[in-house]
């Protein structure tokens, strides 16, 4: 029997953070090698040219998150790695389901009312539209999941109901997909335990390539909560169990075996063994990608040989879809 598919992109905006890592590429790898699933994991550059960006630097960004998805496990003998933009049904697809979306439910969507805050001379209609295009990147290659942070839970939505309209309006087309979330599904900020991580605001994010220096420095930085002890309480220690949970995802030890753990440690004696484990978990990662960056013909050829394999499902799901709404001549 077929493996169910499932499929996930990053946007190529800058360096990867833990966020990004714990809520989404650590479940890829995951995913990936369990062998359970047909993978598809592709590189966001349309999703990307919606915030302001250098197209010096774009190129860069792309073979730079296609190093990290290697140096963090990503294997392409297991998984199609490709980019979106090489793939235009990805552009046909959004386009034809643009018309089954409403203004009003794309106008509530938390990230582009975000967006709109944090790049008020920039709100174009690429930020408006973003999740008509993510509905497309996943509804093309018939993926039964979706790995993500759950920042992306309101854009999934919208994809099963678009998904679903679009099969009640023309025929059973497409699969409504779920998201998969892993134990921690939104890391939060250093320096606010009330906003995502996120790599907009640099010096309380954890990048998954910063030196071990920069990683202890953020880490005894980090704000805490009232009182000394190492305890997971969302509710009264939101900063500290943001902390306890990347302990946690990272050795795959339960909470409360680290609060043990930590049972007669104060808060610094506990950051300082955090900011180790981070900076050992990457320490493999940090070499490799490395060495990948300086490889970017072996980058190119990897991405354009998925992004190959990739088209030949896309292609074969934008062919069905036309002939559905009947522009197939
Ligand atoms: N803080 C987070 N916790 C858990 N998961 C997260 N993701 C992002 N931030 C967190 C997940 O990472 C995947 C890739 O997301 P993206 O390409 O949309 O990256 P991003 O959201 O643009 O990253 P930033 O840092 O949040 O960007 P800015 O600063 O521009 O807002 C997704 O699966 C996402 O859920």
Redesign the pocket.
């Known amino acids: 029997m077929a493996k169910p598919s499932l499929v ?4 190529p ?1 800058g360096r990867l ?1 833990l ?2 890592y ?4 650590k479940n890829f790898v995951e995913l990936q090698n369990s062998d359970k699933y047909q993978c598809y994991f592709f590189i ?1 550059d349309l ?1 990307s040219l919606t ?1 302001p960006f250098d197209p010096k630097e774009k190129s860069k960004q792309i073979l730079e998150l296609a190093a990290d998805y290697l140096a963090a496990g990503l294997d392409q003998k297991k998984s199609t790695i490709f980019l979106q933009s090489a793939i235009p049904s990805h552009s046909e697809l959004a386009r034809i389901l643009e018309n089954l979306a409403p203004m009003g439910e794309l106008n509530r969507m938390t990230q582009f009312k975000e ?1 709109s805050k ?1 790049q008020p001379g920039n709100v174009n209609a690429g930020l408006f539209t973003y999740p008509t295009l993510m509905a497309a990147d996943v509804l093309l290659y018939n993926a039964e999941f979706v ?6 839970d309101q854009h999934l939505e919208l994809t099963r109901t678009l998904a679903r309209k679009f099969n009640a309006k023309f025929g059973k087309t497409f699969i409504e997909p779920q998201p998969l979330h892993t134990s ?5 900020s250093l320096g606010n335990p009330e906003k ?6 640099p010096a309380t ?1 954890l990048f998954l390539d910063d030196s071990p220096e920069e990683i202890k420095a953020k880490v005894m930085r980090a704000v805490t909560d009232s009182g000394s002890e190492v305890t997971y309480d969302e509710k009264r220690k939101p900063a500290v169990s943001n902390l306890l949970m990347m302990y946690a995802s990272l050795t795959g030890e339960p909470t409360v075996k680290i609060e043990k753990k930590f049972a007669d440690k104060n808060y610094s004696q506990f950051k300082t063994s955090l900011a180790e484990t981070i900076a050992n978990h990457f320490a493999d990662y940090r070499k490799k990608k490395r060495e990948l960056t300086t490889k970017s013909y072996v980058l190119k050829t990897i991405l354009k040989s998925g992004s190959k394999k990739a088209a030949k499902i896309a292609n074969k799901k934008i062919t069905e879809v036309k002939e559905k709404i009947g522009i197939a001549i």
């Open positions: 996930s992109g990053i946007q905006s953070h966020g990004n714990l809520g989404a590429l966001a999703h915030e967006k944090t790995p993500v942070g759950d920042d992306q921690a599904p939104r890391v939060m995502k991580m996120s790599k907009s605001q994010c």
